[in-house]
């Protein structure tokens, strides 16, 4: 027995001096961020992941989903950040922010903005391309009953074609109601693209070709900057107006233009108890929207990882994220970066 109890000694003593020689990264769980799959919220999600890996020495992974399944899985804390959460959007978040599991931290790109949106050509013409106004009075979602021949859905002859976000989206729901909202359920066909990126190329392709096309977008993205686009105008906001939209089992639901735009950071409330000093560095984070923009260009244009890019952006503009973080912290990620 007193053999046993030797080896045993001797056992825990040689696994608390491995344990003790670990890296204190290795000795800790990761911090899971939200995989998201549009260029932004990638992007901002690689920018953050760095800092807590170079800067507080946290080691971090990625977990896929939909905007949904994902911010359901923030309440659990099955995830602990979402980098780029448009606080308040939807039903899953706004519950979760009243019980107290979840919290939007920081106003992360400010300028932001989402809606119904068209080329310029569409209404003004291009004299450069030889191409027409198509609908020289279309200024209004009220506007869009009488120009659906304009954006025809080549499979559904008789109706337009409105491009909305992918299934799994909030704004998918939200848009999907604007519909019947608008009186446009009938006459447009609510085509969803399977990503973000299919989205991108949809609309990309009919601009490169001067066709019209109606679609939902958002900033800050590179396509925003890239064309010359016209957004098109909706009521002025009304709260419940907004709740019906959210809504997606709602069968009557009213006319209102989105939410006003505010991006955040949503973490974990017991994430946000447990590291308090990221909680204040993500209360910080402030991106620029023209060099945010660029950056996000370069990624689209030369198809670059968002890691990549990530570095390339804190490379350049150690002015932005510095205001972020403490010295000591700041130090560390720039050491990082040479």
Same mark, same amino acid.
Do not use: C
């Given at each position: 027995?007193?053999?046993?109890?030797?080896?045993?000694?001797?056992?825990?003593?040689?696994?608390?001096?491995?344990?003790?020689?670990?890296?204190?990264?290795?000795?800790?769980?990761?911090?899971?961020?939200?995989?998201?799959?549009?260029?932004?919220?990638?992007?901002?999600?690689?920018?953050?992941?760095?800092?807590?890996?170079?800067?507080?020495?946290?080691?971090?992974?990625?977990?896929?989903?939909?905007?949904?399944?994902?911010?359901?899985?923030?309440?659990?804390?099955?995830?602990?950040?979402?980098?780029?959460?448009?606080?308040?959007?939807?039903?899953?978040?706004?519950?979760?922010?009243?019980?107290?599991?979840?919290?939007?931290?920081?106003?992360?790109?400010?300028?932001?903005?989402?809606?119904?949106?068209?080329?310029?050509?569409?209404?003004?013409?291009?004299?450069?391309?030889?191409?027409?106004?198509?609908?020289?009075?279309?200024?209004?979602?009220?506007?869009?009953?009488?120009?659906?021949?304009?954006?025809?859905?080549?499979?559904?002859?008789?109706?337009?074609?409105?491009?909305?976000?992918?299934?799994?989206?909030?704004?998918?729901?939200?848009?999907?109601?604007?519909?019947?909202?608008?009186?446009?359920?009938?006459?447009?066909?609510?085509?969803?693209?399977?990503?973000?990126?299919?989205?991108?190329?949809?609309?990309?392709?009919?601009?490169?070709?001067?066709?019209?096309?109606?679609?939902?977008?958002?900033?800050?993205?590179?396509?925003?900057?890239?064309?010359?686009?016209?957004? &098109?105008? /909706?009521? +002025?906001?009304?709260?419940? $107006? %907004?709740? #019906?939209?959210?809504? *997606?089992?709602?069968?009557?639901?009213?006319?209102?233009?989105?939410?006003?735009?505010?991006?955040?950071?949503?973490?974990?409330?017991?994430?946000?108890?447990?590291?308090?000093?990221?909680?204040?560095?993500?209360?910080?984070?402030?991106?620029?929207?023209?060099?945010?923009?660029?950056?996000?260009?370069?990624?689209?244009?030369?198809?670059?990882?968002?890691?990549?890019?990530?570095?390339?952006? &804190?490379? /350049?503009? +150690?002015?932005?994220?510095? $205001? %972020?973080? #403490?010295?000591?912290? *700041?130090?560390?990620?720039?050491?990082?970066?040479?």
């Amino acid at each position: 027995m007193k053999g046993m109890r030797t080896l045993l000694a001797a056992s825990l003593t040689a696994l608390g001096l491995s344990l003790a020689s670990m890296p204190v990264s290795a000795a800790q769980a990761p911090v899971h961020f939200a995989d998201l799959n549009w260029e932004s919220g990638s992007l901002i999600t690689e920018v953050l992941r760095f800092i807590v890996e170079k800067g507080y020495d946290l080691p971090t992974d990625t977990l896929p989903g939909t905007t949904i399944t994902l911010e359901t899985a923030l309440a659990k804390n099955d995830i602990q950040v979402i980098g780029e959460e448009w606080a308040g959007r939807s039903p899953v978040w706004v519950k979760a922010e009243a019980e107290g599991k979840v919290v939007g931290l920081g106003d992360t790109v400010k300028g932001a903005t989402e809606g119904w949106w068209v080329p310029e050509y569409v209404v003004k013409g291009d004299p450069s391309k030889n191409i027409k106004p198509l609908a020289p009075d279309l200024k209004s979602v009220n506007d869009l009953a009488r120009y659906k021949d304009v954006f025809q859905d080549p499979e559904s002859p008789g109706k337009g074609r409105f491009l909305n976000s992918p299934i799994g989206w909030t704004s998918e729901v939200v848009n999907k109601q604007k519909l019947k909202a608008y009186g446009l359920d009938d006459s447009y066909v609510n085509f969803r693209s399977g990503s973000g990126a299919a989205l991108d190329a949809e609309i990309a392709s009919s601009i490169r070709r001067g066709k019209p096309v109606l679609f939902y977008y958002w900033s800050p993205t590179p396509l925003m900057g890239r064309y010359k686009l016209i957004q &098109l105008q /909706e009521p +002025p906001f009304d709260a419940e $107006a %907004w709740k #019906t939209l959210t809504d *997606a089992d709602n069968p009557d639901p009213k006319p209102t233009r989105s939410l006003a735009s505010k991006l955040s950071i949503g973490v974990s409330t017991p994430f946000q108890k447990e590291h308090p000093q990221i909680a204040e560095f993500f209360e910080k984070v402030e991106f620029p929207i023209e060099p945010l923009n660029k950056a996000l260009a370069a990624m689209s244009e030369h198809h670059t990882a968002p890691r990549d890019v990530a570095q390339a952006f &804190l490379k /350049e503009h +150690p002015d932005v994220w510095k $205001a %972020w973080l #403490t010295d000591d912290v *700041a130090r560390k990620v720039e050491a990082s970066l040479k």
